[in-house]
């Protein structure tokens, strides 16, 4: 067959367990082969096995995978040459030293593309997936929001025209517009009909949208409520939680962002923000988490002026405000296992003894939907949707009264996103956790008392920021 076969394929894990086992699947030239199923099913290690990129501790224990017909040995020269790869964690994926245009001239370069048509190449990549090369190719990925960088590794992904392309949640971070910039290049691919293109999505409209057939990995998982944590229900708000005045900001490379922002958050209260990629969404809550420099502006936690810089709030704001970043492989330590991510906010702003750390780990992870055996683990070892839960664990281990919670479900199958909501629905009615949300998601926004749009960015600064009731 012309195309990839893969058959029998198992890999196991440190104790020689499997991870997936006895997987089967072909994919023609010309056609998407859809890997669905939920969080943890193994759908990466899936992709990353056929590629003969397994991480350290897993084993491809038996099976065969062919390429046009012929025994595939994936080295990385062949990878280099072949194959076109974006992974769940793009921003991360990015070398942090190299511009946008280099990232795409890379595989330009392994593909033997000539030399004096690269800049060209690299431009119409980037072109295509909806960046200007005159804003974005001189860009860092520190300069990039999350839907940005993850267009610029889609620009890398498809810019050589692989023989092979692989897309692990191609579209997570993408505004709708985006998304269907992404959708219909990867459906010209098909239309092509010169290479095989894998999918790992989340996103029913994207699979059904572009695929041929659908491998599903992982049983389906009856839906439980776990107990909220404990530590959730420590603070309880009088007054407006959060009061923002005239909050403006600058990206990283000074340029004005955003520009007179108000807002207020009541108790129990979620509020979702939503815009296309680039207009500073990531960059609000990363500011109203102290992390990044406010240029003017003023706020109110809990009744008392809140310091803009994080190294200035004392121990009640720094409890108070808890952050889930976009990028969880980045915001987590990867020498460092889970548990001790988790015991680390309990022991130093919750203030418990050792042995209601360890029984309230156990809660939290339980409470995201993920087994105890989790806190063993190291994030490498985990999946994007698994990571994901586990800095949501994180943010609520000590009781915050105002999550702000930056693309949540992204990474997870609806039915995990759905138990993850409701556990936020369950706190904010319990515990009055007041949760502002940063989201592309229609499902999320449809959970939210309020939405707050935030237009493109524009010369002038003057930004339309409306809060819509």
């Known amino acids: 067959m012309s195309g990839l076969t893969v058959s029998g394929l198992t890999v196991t894990g440190r104790t020689g ?68 790869y974006l992974g769940q964690d793009p921003a991360s994926a990015l070398h942090p030293l190299l511009t946008a245009r280099a990232a795409v001239l890379e595989p330009l370069r392994a593909a033997g593309t000539p030399r004096a048509g690269r800049p060209a190449c690299a431009e119409r990549a980037l072109t295509e997936v909806g960046l200007d090369p005159a804003e974005f190719a001189g860009r860092l990925p520190h300069q990039l929001s999350g839907g940005q960088a993850q267009r610029v590794a889609l620009a890398r992904a498809l810019a050589a025209d692989p023989d092979l392309l692989v897309l692990d949640e191609p579209t997570s971070a993408l505004d709708p517009a985006a998304l269907e910039t992404a959708v219909a290049l990867i459906r010209r691919r098909r239309a092509e009909g010169r290479s095989v293109t894998l999918v790992v999505s989340h996103d029913d409209s994207v699979v059904a949208g572009l695929l041929d057939r659908v491998v599903r990995l992982g049983a389906t998982r009856s839906a439980t409520r776990p107990a909220a944590p404990r530590g959730a229900a420590r603070m309880r708000p009088a007054g407006a939680v959060l009061t923002v005045r005239g909050l403006s900001l600058d990206r990283p490379d000074g340029a004005p962002l955003l520009g007179g922002v108000d807002v207020t958050i009541a108790p129990g209260e979620f509020v979702a923000v939503l815009g296309p990629s680039g207009c500073g969404k990531s960059t609000l809550l990363r500011a109203l988490a102290g992390l990044h420099p406010v240029r003017a502006g003023s706020a109110v936690l809990l009744g008392e ?27 987590l330590n990867p020498a460092r296992p889970v548990a001790a991510a988790l015991r680390r906010p309990l022991r130093l ?84 956790l007041a949760v502002l949300a940063v989201t592309h998601d229609k499902t999320v926004a449809a959970r939210a008392d309020r939405v707050l749009r935030i237009d493109r960015p524009m010369i002038d600064d003057r930004r339309k920021t409306t809060d819509v009731q």
């Open 305 to 331: 002026p809140l310091p803009w810089p994080v190294r200035d709030r004392n121990a009640r704001a720094l409890r108070a405000l808890a952050l889930v970043a976009q990028d969880p492989l980045a915001a």
């Open 17 to 84: 367990a499997a991870v997936i086992g006895d997987v089967d699947l072909s994919v023609a030239r010309g056609e998407v082969l859809a890997l669905v199923g939920p969080s943890g099913a193994g759908k990466t290690t899936l992709l990353r096995a056929v590629l003969g990129e397994l991480p350290p501790g897993l084993v491809r224990a038996a099976g065969r995978v062919e390429w046009d017909g012929a025994p595939l040995r994936a080295t990385r020269r062949w990878r280099r040459r072949h194959v076109g």
């Open 349 to 432: 702003l919750g203030g418990l003894g050792r042995a209601a750390v360890t029984a309230e780990v156990n809660r939290l992870l339980a409470a995201v939907g993920l087994p105890a055996e989790t806190a063993r683990r190291y994030p490498a070892a985990l999946s994007g949707g698994q990571r994901q839960r586990v800095a949501l664990a994180r943010a609520l281990a000590a009781g915050p009264v105002l999550l702000l919670a930056d693309e949540i479900t992204t990474a997870l199958d609806a039915e995990t996103a759905e138990q993850v909501l409701d556990l936020l629905d369950g706190l904010r009615r319990d515990t009055a």
